[in-house]
């Protein structure tokens, strides 16, 4: 959007200007991030921009809304410029600490809440391993009425995130927040618990290079990267959990489907697990792992 002193910009034209400009970035979404980002800074409803087409936003906004459209043009995710993104209908605050949450990820949610609903448990106790925003505890923390989670992070920022977004939605009674290394941040004699989930980092770093730009260059390394192969974590994780759960407790974990086999036979070698299935994507790829803790 040029900076000439002599035009104006209505609602209307910055739509149309930013989706041109945005597609000849080639960002996908071209016309859905301008919105975003323009809503964003007029702080109104997305849907609220087709009734002000004719509106010309102060000088302010304007050149708040025009350095987002520069940085988005560069590759910075929207999620970040905007400062949320949206996870099964819920709004999740999110900044350049914590992976944005990936529509995949609701899958985990929807098997979560299928599997608790057949407890009678009360409380129903859960651990969510790598919480990040803290989509998925807090996701389940609203959904499921009697339950209580706690939510670990090696990343002190990112769990400020999650707390921050528990808050929000009010379920900040419900879950525990433990910063440090997958299941070792609990504190010692911790209740085993009835599931524990988690979307753990699964690329690998000789994957490196077929990982898009945006992602790489903006996303935290320590929410993306596994070792080499992208199992590292996944194989600790399956180890360590058996320990934590009830005798026919739930072990449920993303990952990628090019991992997908070895994280299968992670579970089946693994003697503390009965039964291991696996739950394809909105794409139909395999995606989530749902291991079974042995009964006796
Ligand atoms: C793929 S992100 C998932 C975040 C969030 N649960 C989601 O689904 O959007 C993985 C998270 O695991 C955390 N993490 C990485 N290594 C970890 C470790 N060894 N112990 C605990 N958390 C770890 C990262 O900081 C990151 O927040």
């Known amino acids: 959007m040029p900076e000439t002193p002599e035009q104006t910009w209505n609602i209307k034209q910055l739509l149309d200007w930013t989706t ?3 597609s ?3 960002i996908g979404n071209a016309r859905l991030e301008a919105e975003v980002l323009l809503a964003e800074a007029l702080d109104c409803q997305r849907i609220e921009l087709y009734t002000r087409f004719d509106e010309q936003p102060p000088a302010e906004q304007l050149t708040e809304f025009r350095a987002w459209v520069k940085r988005r043009a560069a590759g910075e ?6 400062g949320h993104r949206e996870f099964y209908s819920l709004r999740f605050q999110v900044d350049s600490n914590v992976l944005i949450p990936r529509p995949e990820t609701e899958h985990l949610v929807v098997a ?4 608790t609903k057949n407890l009678e448990s009360d409380p129903i106790r859960i651990i969510d391993v790598g919480t990040g925003s803290g989509c998925i505890a807090v ?4 959904l499921i009425e009697n339950c209580k989670i706690a939510a670990t992070d090696i990343s002190e920022p990112a769990l400020e995130i999650a707390k921050s977004n528990a808050a929000l939605h009010a379920v900040d009674s419900k879950i525990h927040f433990f910063t440090g290394d997958l299941l070792d941040a609990l504190p010692q004699g911790s209740s085993p618990v009835h599931l524990i989930v988690s979307n753990p980092p699964y690329i690998g770093q000789l994957e490196l290079s077929t990982v898009d730009d945006q992602v790489k260059n903006h996303e935290p390394d320590i929410a993306l990267f596994s070792g080499d192969h992208g199992t590292e ?3 600790r994780l399956v180890n360590d959990a058996a320990q934590f759960l009830l005798p026919d407790g739930a072990l449920m974990f993303e990952t990628s489907p090019i991992i997908m086999d070895r994280c299968v036979d992670f579970v089946r070698n693994n003697p ?3 039964d291991v299935r696996v739950i394809k994507d909105y794409s139909g790829h395999d995606r989530i792992v749902v291991a079974t803790r042995s009964s006796n």
Not at 77 to 82: D, E, G, K, Q, T
Request: charged share 10%; net charge negative.
């Open 77 to 82: 995710p929207v999620a970040y410029l905007a």
């Open 24 to 26: 000849k970035s080639t």
């Open 20 to 22: 041109d400009f945005f």
């Open 139 to 142: 996701t389940l923390a609203t």
């Open 272 to 274: 503390a697990y009965s």
């Open 233 to 235: 974590i996944i194989q």
């Open 112 to 115: 979560a809440v299928e599997f």
